[in-house]
């Protein structure tokens, strides 16, 4: 079922929202060629903390990090490590949730570090746009459908693969909440859109080839080529007037 939420409720959406979004742009500011991601997971957890949330990640599933933080082929679940340094060239995503008042937030963004490649770059800028596409059709009387096609028919116009197995969702008083937002699919299908549904909207995309792989570790996911990966993601509200960001930093 997908619930549909209050104003009060969505008015606490956009205050989780916020703090996730912060603490994302928060995480991008501080990264730095030569520190582990261990370390920058540690200031993405303080401040969540310090400003009055509680990382929902940490401890989701077993989790053990407070961001997921996935370098390169890496594309998301990445486990924040003492023995993983950030180099000059990496492509860095990070991908934040901050509980408030019972409350989630969820988004990623993909942080180029020092001098990246044309290549990758362009990859950046087009996963990105495909996130900004896919909102565009998060209105009501559309479909999830309609979100899924869109992105998909843009991404794919640049030869790219998109990773099948992982999904954008609702959100709520947990993170992962129904409908499933597939970064693919037929225009005109699934659930319809309505006012009050929240959800995240997340496109996963490589620059070679659909394939995925589970790291070892049991989260960490890479694109089977070794491929460079983009993921950005916002949890967005459906609303009689469109949609509305709710990952919107204030920093
Ligand atoms: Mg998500």
């Given at each position: 079922?997908?619930?549909i939420k209050s104003q009060t409720e969505l008015e606490k959406l956009a205050?989780?929202?916020?703090?996730?979004?912060?603490?994302?742009?928060?995480?991008?500011?501080?990264?730095?060629?030569?520190?582990?991601?261990y370390e920058l997971d540690k200031l993405i957890h303080d401040y969540i903390v310090k400003n009055g949330g509680t990382p929902t990640?940490?401890?989701y599933g077993g989790f053990k990090g407070s961001a997921c933080i996935s370098l390169n082929e890496k594309v998301i679940h990445g486990i924040p490590s003492k023995h993983e340094v950030i180099k000059d060239g990496d492509i860095v995503t990070i991908d934040t949730g901050a509980t408030v008042d019972g409350w989630c937030g969820?988004?990623?963004?993909?942080?180029?570090?020092?001098k990246v490649n044309e290549e990758t770059l362009k990859l950046l800028e087009v996963t990105k746009e495909a996130l900004r596409i896919g909102i565009a059709q998060a209105v009501p009387g559309n479909?999830?459908?309609d979100i899924s096609h869109a992105i998909e028919e843009y991404v794919r116009s640049f030869g790219y693969g998109i990773v099948k197995e992982y999904c954008g969702h609702g959100v709520g008083r947990t993170l992962h909440e129904s409908p499933e937002v597939p970064n693919y699919g037929a225009a005109g299908k699934g659930p319809r859109l309505m006012?009050?549904?929240?959800?995240?909207?997340?496109?996963?995309?490589?620059?070679?080839?659909?394939?995925i792989r589970q790291l070892p570790d049991g989260w960490g996911v890479v694109s089977k080529s070794g491929a460079p990966t983009?993921?950005?993601?916002?949890?967005?509200?459906?609303?009689?007037d469109g949609p509305e960001i709710l990952t919107k930093a204030t920093i």
């Open positions: 079922m997908i619930s205050v989780a929202g916020r703090l996730s979004a912060n603490a994302l742009m928060y995480g991008g500011s501080m990264i730095k060629a030569g520190m582990t991601t990640f940490l401890g969820d988004n990623a963004y993909t942080f180029p570090v020092g479909r999830v459908g006012p009050g549904m929240v959800i995240a909207i997340e496109p996963m995309i490589s620059l070679k080839g659909d394939a983009a993921h950005y993601e916002n949890t967005i509200a459906i609303t009689k």
